[in-house]
């Protein structure tokens, strides 16, 4: 798939551009997996480190909207399932900076440039949670987008970050059918009930689709990361998907997506749906978003508060590995 063009004068040239030497490109084109210890352009390095942080941060963060939730879940078995589901993102997060760590990163330096301001994460986590049905759509919409987004890359080039893919895309799929099911209750409650669903809807709709990035002609990183296997399908390639697969299902729920010009095209085959405003997502991404303030704050302040538990580990280590030391 990305050998088509192996050879020829303007391929050599890319490469020289790039730094990609002629063994890398040879796994790029067997449509192989890029492992650590192989040869990899800086730029191919420092890419997937951008985006695999980027990641990890975003589901770190995206545990404070539905956190808050736990303690005000509608029944035990809500609480049981959020707790879970909060604990899975966390687990995310633990794997992807993980797989950073094999390109070389430092996770402490990661999260430094996080609090600091220097690396982003999702925009649609600075959004605030204002009822129970958000937890719902979180799930749904949130969810079922990052689905879409995501199972391409356990195809991604570098096996690391595709393998951990796998698991992730697994448990977003439990989280996903856990949105869906709390607002097919609600819609099929009291009028209230179904009022407040379909607000959440309303208002989740829209950054949903903004998760899936700018327009391609506005992304000026994906054509490279495409050409690299990182990334498998473009912006609104994905975003088409989203669309196409959430319409049939918002049926099913009796719930109204709030874009009146969302209809099936016959000779695309494909749902057409309204112009998106993207200068709301730039306005987030630039930290001007509902919650950016409250969301890193308190970030930053677990942990901070967390710093004694970093210190008894690493001194716990130190100790175990002087023990052994004098065994040996």
């Not at 996770?107 to 925009?123: E, I, N």
């Not at 895309?169 to 097919?184: A, D, N, Y």
Request: charged share 25%.
């Amino acid at each position: 798939m990305y050998g088509n063009d192996f050879g020829t004068p303007e391929s050599q040239q890319q490469a020289a551009v790039t730094g990609e030497s002629e063994s890398f490109r040879a796994v790029l084109a067997d449509d192989a997996r890029v492992e650590p210890r192989d040869e990899m352009p800086e730029a191919y390095r420092k890419t997937l480190i951008r985006q695999i942080a980027q990641h990890a941060h975003s589901e770190i963060i995206g545990m404070q909207p539905e956190g808050n939730w736990i303690s005000r879940a509608p029944s035990l078995r809500r609480k049981a399932i959020l707790m879970a589901k909060v604990q899975d993102e966390a687990g995310h997060g633990l794997y992807l900076y993980a797989a950073a760590e094999t390109l070389g990163a430092d996770r402490a330096d990661l999260l430094d440039q996080l609090h600091s301001g220097r690396q982003k994460y999702s925009s649609i986590f600075n959004y605030p949670t204002l009822t129970w049905a958000d937890v719902g759509a979180i799930g749904w919409l949130v969810d079922g987008a990052a689905i879409v987004n995501q199972v391409p890359l356990c195809r991604c080039s570098y096996g690391p970050y595709a393998r951990a893919m796998v698991r992730v895309c697994k448990e977003e799929s439990f989280h996903q059918r856990q949105g869906f099911e709390i607002l097919h209750h609600l819609s099929q409650g009291t009028p209230a009930q179904k009022a407040m669903a379909q607000d959440a809807v309303n208002r989740y709709w829209w950054p949903s689709l903004m998760m899936f990035g700018p327009p391609d002609d506005d992304s000026p990183n994906s054509a490279q990361s495409m050409a690299w296997g990182i990334k498998r399908f473009s912006n609104d390639d994905l975003r088409q998907r989203f669309v196409d697969m959430t319409v049939l299902q918002a049926e099913i729920l009796g719930l109204t997506l709030p874009d009146p010009e969302i209809s099936w095209n016959e000779e695309r085959g494909h749902y057409d749906f309204g112009d998106i405003d993207f200068t709301e997502l730039f306005e987030v991404i630039k930290g001007h978003g509902p919650c950016n303030e409250q969301r890193m704050a308190h970030r930053v302040k677990a942990h901070e508060d967390g710093a004694w538990v970093r210190e008894a580990a690493m001194a716990h280590e130190a100790k175990r590995a002087a023990r052994a030391e004098g065994a040996a």
